[in-house]
């Protein structure tokens, strides 16, 4: 996630690194996870000087670069690989790929399934590299074959690394599609093969699995221990012990393990060394207060007008997509179909978010819809290019969103509580531009498909400072 602002990464860094500070008195493996941040810390902060500048350059001139830049990344995440979507079928019992979209969407709103496995979303940016942790988001935020068919793929590789997190990655898909699995014991004989391997998103997994013994026994201690050797992965690939440095992805902050500590020792009276992590739970449930409130306030904020600004242009792109469906032959019963998802998605479960959904299913319906249209007229093609203008302009809104969080959360770091209450909007901000930029190219490949021309990038550059400057607090 190479976009220029403040990132995601300096301000978690930030809130580890004072947690570290705070609890250096505690003596107990679990924290060694910890371990490495302050020095990340160091190397982060003189960056930020950097990046605020690029920002502030980027307002001047109205830039979208942060989102354009950070989309590449994700939009590119196949890089160079050859995809064979033959192999699905070894995995998924998909006999019709075009219909791959709409199955795994629907079992993608599935949430909270259980403790051990709360979901594909709890699992975002665990993994040790970046290529993987690109692709998982990826399908996650826009299900296509050929995302699915790399990952199985690298799960069949001889990378030491990539192979493993490949393998962890169809096992939290198989986890959350059993029915649409080729077994339903097939996560675990996928996990089974990777199980005895010393890596960030394997030892993550096995303890979980023994903290909540919903798979297997139950044993504290060994999901412990699991996460004290899940933690001091990153500082060993760093320094190249063995010999050989490995690559442990920057967006991969070890919260799954974090997490994990922190409801073990919340609710189990009888964990190893609770009376040693008493102070940090304190903190922690001091944390969950502040970030109540400060969702609570969140509308009121200055982000909270851009994320609402971000929601009306996302509405207004459907709706221009709707109204191009409803002008050719048969678009009313096509938008029939549309409305039946839209009811549908209303009653998905689910808590309730910061950002409103980017509808990719939605979007996903309309490009099939268009796909079948026959030729535009110029009305049709100039609705298209206002409707992409929408989607990059909530893009970058999103993006610029970041570095407003930042500001909320520096300016209280004096308070590790006060400092953290903004994260969970950083999370879903993280997933909101995700699916953005996936279905902004969506539409921009389908847009060059008709010959339709892509929005004037200065004018939507423009309107993105001009609407910028008109947030308050």
Same mark, same amino acid.
């Given at each position: ?78 890089g160079k690989l050859k995809v064979d979507t033959s192999v699905i079928a070894s995995e998924f019992k998909i006999v019709d790929l075009d219909s791959l979209q709409d199955d795994f969407r629907k079992v993608f709103l599935k949430s909270e399934i259980n403790k051990t496995f709360p979901g594909v979303g709890f699992f975002r940016a665990s993994f040790e590299t970046e290529r993987v942790r690109a ?59 990777? =199980? ?5 998103? $394997?030892? /993550?997994?096995? !303890?979980?699995? +023994? ?6 026994? *139950? ?76 969702? =609570? ?5 200055? $982000?909270? /007008?851009?994320? !609402?600004?971000? +929601? ?6 459907? *709706? ?91 300016? +209280? ?14 999370t879903q901000a993280n997933n909101a531009l995700i699916q953005s930029c996936i279905i902004s190219s969506k539409w921009e490949q389908a847009m060059r498909a008709r010959d339709v021309p892509k929005p004037d990038i200065k004018k939507t550059e423009a309107m993105v400072s001009d609407l910028q400057s008109r947030y308050k607090d």
């Amino acid at each position: 996630m190479n976009f220029l602002i403040i990132r995601r990464s300096v301000a978690k860094h930030c809130f580890l690194c004072i947690l570290l500070v705070i609890l250096a008195g505690i003596q107990t493996p679990a924290l060694a996870q910890f371990g490495n941040l302050l020095k990340q810390l160091e190397k982060a902060v003189p960056q930020q000087s950097a990046q605020n500048q690029q920002v502030s350059s980027n307002r001047r001139s109205g830039g979208l670069v942060p989102s354009e830049k950070w989309c590449q990344v994700t939009t590119g995440s196949l890089g160079k690989l050859k995809v064979d979507t033959s192999v699905i079928a070894s995995e998924f019992k998909i006999v019709d790929l075009d219909s791959l979209q709409d199955d795994f969407r629907k079992v993608f709103l599935k949430s909270e399934i259980n403790k051990t496995f709360p979901g594909v979303g709890f699992f975002r940016a665990s993994f040790e590299t970046e290529r993987v942790r690109a692709i998982y988001d990826t399908f996650l935020g826009f299900p296509e074959p050929a995302t699915l068919a790399a990952l199985i793929q690298l799960s069949r590789s001889n990378d030491p690394q990539e192979r493993p997190d490949a393998v962890m990655a169809l096992t939290f898909i198989h986890l959350q599609a059993q029915e649409l699995s080729v077994n339903k014991d097939r996560w675990w004989q996928l996990f089974q093969s990777v =199980k005895d391997e010393v890596h960030y998103t $394997v030892l /993550s997994f096995k !303890a979980r699995l +023994n903290a909540y013994g919903e798979y297997g026994p *139950k044993n504290l201690p060994q999901a412990l221990a699991d996460i004290s050797r899940a933690g001091g992965l990153q500082n060993n690939y760093s320094l190249g012990e063995g010999g050989v440095k490995k690559e442990f992805d920057t967006q991969n902050y070890q919260m799954v393990t974090q997490f994990t500590a922190f409801d073990i020792f919340r609710n189990e009276p009888n964990a190893p060394s609770r009376r040693q992590w008493e102070p940090l739970m304190k903190i922690v449930l001091e944390i969950e207060k502040e970030q109540e409130d400060f969702a =609570k306030r969140l509308p009121n904020t200055r $982000v909270g /007008s851009m994320y !609402a600004e971000a +929601n009306k242009l996302n509405l207004e792109s459907v *709706k221009l997509g709707d109204e191009i469906i409803r002008r050719t032959q048969g678009g009313n019963q096509l938008l029939g179909a549309l409305e039946s998802l839209k009811s549908l998605r209303s009653t998905a479960p689910g808590d309730k978010p910061v950002f409103e959904d980017i509808s990719a299913d939605i979007q996903a319906e309309q490009l099939k819809m268009f796909a079948k249209l026959g030729t535009l007229d110029i009305e049709q093609k100039q609705l298209l290019i206002k409707a992409q203008e929408r989607r990059l302009l909530a893009q970058g809104i999103i993006a610029q969103s970041y570095g407003e969080l930042f500001r909320l959360m520096t300016s +209280n770091m004096s308070s590790i509580p006060k400092m953290a209450a903004p994260l969970p909007a950083l999370t879903q901000a993280n997933n909101a531009l995700i699916q953005s930029c996936i279905i902004s190219s969506k539409w921009e490949q389908a847009m060059r498909a008709r010959d339709v021309p892509k929005p004037d990038i200065k004018k939507t550059e423009a309107m993105v400072s001009d609407l910028q400057s008109r947030y308050k607090d």
